[in-house]
Every structure is written in C-alpha cells, then in structure tokens.
C-alpha cells in the first residue's frame, strides 16, 4: 500500500523537499517564473540558465564583501582578515553555488524518475513537454549522464564529445578567468596573493559539480558565465581601499617589549628607586640663535645642561607619526606653556644623532612662512629630541584622499607657495631629498607647510647611508636619485612636480605598484608619466619639470615665475588657501 502526504508527495520525496532539494526546487521555480521562453531547447532549459545565474551572484557578492572589508583594513591580512576572506570563499564560492547545482539536477533527476522533485504539478507537467531536438525536457535535464561521465566515458559521436567538450570544460575556464578577474579587482592597490582564497573554492566546485547532469551543467554555465563578468561593474564600484587606510596597514606593528622577568626574592631586595627632581632644577630652554645653530660647523652638540632635564620638560599627548628615523609626538613645553611637535630618533646611535643634528641645522637656516620652525634639539630619556613648531592640520595626501583633487588654481597656488620654500631652502645648501603629499601640512586656514626635514642634507654634510639605501619615497623619487646619482635641487624641483601632480589627479605621476622595490625599479628605468592630469592647464609645465634630465627641467625659481604669472592672469595670486581641511578632533 502506497502512502501520500497531504501535499501527494510520497514520503521520500517530503522528506527530500524539507531539505537541500526543496530550496533547489524553489530556486527553479524562481527562474522558471523569471524567465522562460517558449522555444527551443524549451522553457526549462532557459529557467536553469537563469538558475545558473542566479547561482553566479554568490561569487560576485563574495568579491564585493572582500572589496568593502579592505576598505577599512587596506593591506592588513592578519589572522581575522584571512580567515574572514576564506569563509566568504568557501561558502559563497564553493558550498552554496554546488548545494544548488547539485539540488538543481537532483531535481530534474527526481522528475525524470516520476517523482515531482518539489515542484508544483503544472511545472512538472510543463517539464515533461518536448522542444525541437531535444525530446521531452524531464529526460533531456534529468535522464542522461553526469559531467564526469560524458567526460570520461563518452557514448555519443565525435561531434557531440565536442559540444560537450566545449560547454563543460571550455565554460568553465572562462568562468574562473572572470572569478581571477573579479578577486584581483577586490584586491586593488595591494598584494594580489589573496585572491587564492576566492578562486581556489572556485575550482574545487568545479570539480564537485563532475556530479551534475551533462545537460543541466551546460545551461547553467551558460547563465553563470555572463553574470561574473558582469559582476565586475560592481566590485569595481566599491572602490579600493583609499591610500590612508593603505599607509596606515602598512605600518609595522608596535610590540611593546614585556619586561623581564625578576625573581620575588630579588624583588624583595630591590631599593625603592630615588624620588624625581623637583621641576624648578630643570635647565631653560636653549636661547641659541638659529643662525648660529645652522653655521655650526660639524655635528651640532645638544644644549647646554639639556640632557637632565629633558625628560620632565616635556609632557607627552599623543604620537602624532612615525617614520623612517623618528617618531614624532605632540607635546607640552611645560616650561613656557606651549604645544610642539617633539621627534625623537628610533635608536640614539652615533649616526642617528649626527642625522637629528642635521636636521635641526638645516630647519634653524630656514627662515620661510612655509616651512616648519625648529626651537631646540634636547634629550630625551629615549633618545635625542628635535622640538620643533606644531602644525595643526592635516597632509595634503589625506585631504586630496578624503576630499578629492585640487583645481587648477588651488594646484598653482601650491606649486608656487612650495617652490618658494624650496628656493629658501635650496639657498641655505638644504636639500629636503623628500618631497612627497604626507610631508605637505594644510593648516586649517588652508595654507601649505612643508615638514619632515628628517632625511635632508646640508652640500657639504656626508652622506650618512649605507651603500645601495635609496632615501626618499618610491612613488616620488627622481629618475636619477633612484639610479644612485647624488640629489640636487632638479631633484627636489622633480618630487615638487609630482606631488603637485598628485594633487590633480589622485595618482603618483608613474601610477602605483604592488610593491616599493616595484616603485623603485620603475623610477630607476625612468619610466614616463601615465597618470599626469593631462586637461590640466598646467600639464605642460608639469611635463616639463618631469622631464627624466634634469638638465632639462626648469629652475624652481622658473616654475614660481611661470606659475604665479598664471595666477595673476586668472585674477588670483598665490597667497590664499591651496583646500580648506577640517582641523582633527583633539
């Protein structure tokens, strides 16, 4: 005796439809309500092409969450990240779209056998018409072999082998190619070794899918291959990660050292330490003039009586940045009741203190509006300390990130205002060696200061690196300071050029590598410009000052001149804001 459901399923069906069959089932007829034309190869063969489409939302959704997750992580893929990347491969590359393919033809497969496979009885008695060639569409999507065995086992002609040959095998290499696409598209602006984790599943579900029916495989291929394509648009919509959130995760992480372990008896016999100073025994603050602290031949020494109490003079707020030779911090001179900027050296060795003296030598000497002020060069209880004047503001590579690029005329009054300092500087016998957007500071009145003297060489001072160490930045450097010849002004007027590039179009003048050795190796072969704002009005002198010989580029004194006779040409001068910046919460 035969039994039914209320529904006239037998019990293995029911049972088949409460699971992975019936959310198939229900996907079928989602698709076959969507789309189904009545022609040949028949409504249903159509519904699994758009089933199949349907299944491809899946990895395009995956690249999506990826591509908006390294939005706020950039290129930090630590343990959370990876892991995070790999379940979204694995579920919504792998598992999902073979759960529904392999729903999708068990459910053919059941109507082929007289079941109904979750469907309702007006879409079964609809599978079971014939089309064309094809013959009734229940056995054409449900009765013949799976991939593995068309593949593997044929038993049709030549021509036929071909055909299947081609969808089965030929389909399914186009599909990865658009997942590499997609993942490498998520993975902008970093490394691309990630994107393992989405089109490795990718094809471990083609190789699980071997299981599906021949014909119910090709058609969903068919509908599964244009949406990936198309899924490029909105991944490449969200955008990559902005340059910030980049330089942010690729910094280092601070370990802070535990302290060693001490023994309690040994503890026990430690003497309480000795009580501090008072505050009045501190030393004042060095009065030296700066002219007499940038003509002083040789290393600089420290202040005089700096060296006790530098320590208390200075209260601490917060670190402001850290860089190649020093971590700055904002802080408070509690002696005359002022906030500075105080850098201080990462290891207080013989030549990072001859690098900080220089420093202070070559700030003392400058005397420009645009430049930053040095007060003192102390030390510290960690190091050596250059106390120097605090900018409120933000780096002109953070404004044109978050606000966007500059207009021709905010761009001229930065080319300008900068070329002036530069010319200060470059008339003390400074070479700022650095030029770069994070060493522009806009203050909140929206005025250019330029900073980070920090790798700067007076002519005449040694050179302090070591043989084959590139100072500067690889996405700014000159072509001939990254081949090893020595910097010059030409050098700094290149860097100057591209920052202001930058400013107008978002990019470095060379474009962005993968990596800074990449950056480098294209600087060094002096590789043209590719991302120069070409509707730029000054295009052509920004062309100019990037020109690979620096004999051929013109004098900063020139772009000033060229660039301020623009200015005045357009009603405006260079003494205004180059952007206006929302001062940082305190």
């Not at 060489?457 to 090893?484: F, H, N, Q, W």
Request: include cysteine.
């Amino acid at each position: 005796m035969a039994y039914s459901g209320a529904d006239g399923k037998p019990p293995g069906d029911a049972a088949k439809g409460r699971g992975v069959e019936s959310i198939a089932s229900s996907l079928l007829s989602l698709a076959y309500r969507l789309f189904q034309p009545g022609f040949c190869p028949g409504d249903w063969a159509w519904a699994t092409s758009m089933a199949g489409a349907i299944i491809a939302l899946f990895p395009v959704a995956g690249a999506v969450v990826v591509a908006v997750m390294r939005k706020f992580t950039g290129n930090r893929y630590h343990g959370p990240t990876l892991i995070t990347i790999g379940v979204v491969g694995a579920v919504l590359v792998l598992l999902v779209p073979w759960l529904y393919a392999a729903g999708v033809s068990s459910v053919f497969r059941a109507v082929f056998a007289g079941g109904n496979g979750g469907l309702s009885a007006g879409e079964v008695d609809a599978l079971q018409q014939q089309y064309c060639f094809v013959g009734p569409q229940d056995e054409y999507l449900g009765g013949g072999q799976n991939v593995y065995e068309t593949l593997f086992y044929p038993s049709g002609d030549v021509f036929a082998y071909g055909y299947y040959l081609g969808m089965l095998v030929g389909l399914p290499v186009l599909a990865l190619l658009a997942v590499l696409l997609l993942s490498r598209i998520a993975l902008r602006r970093g490394p691309k070794w990630p994107g393992r984790l989405l089109w490795v599943p990718f094809v471990l579900y083609v190789l699980v899918s071997s299981g599906v029916e021949a014909n119910t495989a090709v058609h969903l291929w068919l509908g599964f291959l244009p949406v990936t394509v198309l899924g490029v648009i909105p991944v490449a919509l969200v955008g990559p990660p902005s340059w910030s959130v980049i330089q942010n995760s690729d910094r280092p992480p601070q370990r802070e050292q535990p302290p060693p372990y001490v023994p309690p008896s040994q503890q026990e016999q430690k003497p309480p330490p000795p009580p501090p100073p008072p505050e009045k025994n501190y030393p004042p603050t060095s009065v030296a003039p700066a002219q007499e602290l940038a003509a002083a031949p040789g290393p600089v020494p420290p202040p005089p009586g700096s060296a006790q109490g530098g320590s208390g003079r200075f209260r601490r707020v917060r670190r402001l940045g850290h860089g190649g030779f020093g971590t700055v911090w904002e802080a408070v001179d509690t002696q005359l009741g002022r906030t500075v900027a105080l850098k201080i050296a990462h290891a207080p060795d013989k030549d990072t203190e001859e690098r900080m003296q220089r420093e202070a030598r070559a700030l003392a000497a400058l005397s420009h509006p645009n430049c930053v002020r040095v007060y003192d060069l102390v030390e510290e209880s960690d190091g050596l300390a250059l106390v120097m004047e605090y900018l409120h503001g933000q780096a002109l590579a953070e404004s044109v990130d978050t606000v966007g690029p500059l207009d021709d005329i905010t761009a001229g009054r930065l080319w300008a205002t900068m070329a002036s300092a530069l010319s200060a500087a470059h008339e003390k016998g400074v070479l700022h060696r650095d030029v770069k957007p994070s060493n522009i500071i806009v203050d909140p009145a929206g005025l250019p200061h330029l900073i980070d003297f920090g790798i700067a060489r007076s002519r005449g001072d040694a050179k302090l690196t070591a043989t084959g160490m590139m100072i500067g930045t690889p996405d700014y450097v000159a072509p001939e300071t990254a081949a090893g010849a020595p910097a010059s002004p030409a050098s700094d007027a290149w860097q100057l050029a591209a920052t202001v590039s930058y400013a107008l179009s978002g990019y470095p003048p060379r474009g962005t590598r993968e990596t800074p050795m990449a950056a480098l190796m294209a600087a060094a072969r002096a590789e043209p410009p590719s991302q120069l704002p070409r509707q730029s009005v000054h295009a052509k002198l920004l062309i100019a000052s990037l020109d690979p010989q620096p004999r051929n580029r013109p004098t900063l004194n020139a772009v000033q001149r060229e660039v301020e006779g623009w200015l005045a040409r357009a009603g405006t001068s260079a003494e205004g804001p180059v952007t206006r910046v929302v001062p940082r919460a305190r």
